[in-house]
Nanobody, 120 residues
Framework: QVQMVESGGGLVEPGGSLRLSCAAS????????WDWYRQAPGKQRELVAN???????DYAEVVKGRFTISQDNAKKTVYLQMNSLKPEDTAVYYC??????????????WGQGTQVTVSS
């Protein structure tokens, strides 16, 4: 089994910053990639950022230049640094990890979600 723990959400004013963290533990042979998704009320869940084992990153156009995804392989943790936050960034943010739980057995796991609210 794999356990996922997210943290770092909260209330911030427009233009402010927040850093989210997500740590995986349990039966993990290797992590292939991490994703950050977000979902606002009444809207579809959308992919915000992705990072691969080798450190390649990709971002949704609406967050480019403002958000940065990074990882610490030793800690099995992914981060999302969010700067210049806007009210439209308000959502529940979820991390997702693609990994091998055993040799030849691949799986994907979600964090529990953390609320980010951008408001004055």
């Amino acid at each position: 089994q794999v356990q996922m723990v997210e943290s770092g959400g909260g209330l911030v004013e427009p233009g402010g910053s927040l850093r989210l963290s997500c740590a995986a533990s349990g039966s993990i042979i290797t992590i292939n990639s991490w994703d950050w998704y977000r979902q606002a009320p009444g809207k579809q869940r959308e992919l915000v950022a992705n990072i691969t084992r080798g450190g390649n990153t990709d971002y949704a156009e609406v967050v480019k230049g403002r958000f940065t995804i990074s990882q610490d392989n030793a800690k099995k943790t992914v981060y999302l640094q969010m700067n210049s936050l806007k009210p439209e960034d308000t959502a529940v943010y979820y991390c997702y990890v693609d990994l091998f739980v055993r040799i030849g057995i691949r799986g994907g796991y979600w964090g529990q979600g953390t609320q980010v609210t951008v408001s004055s």
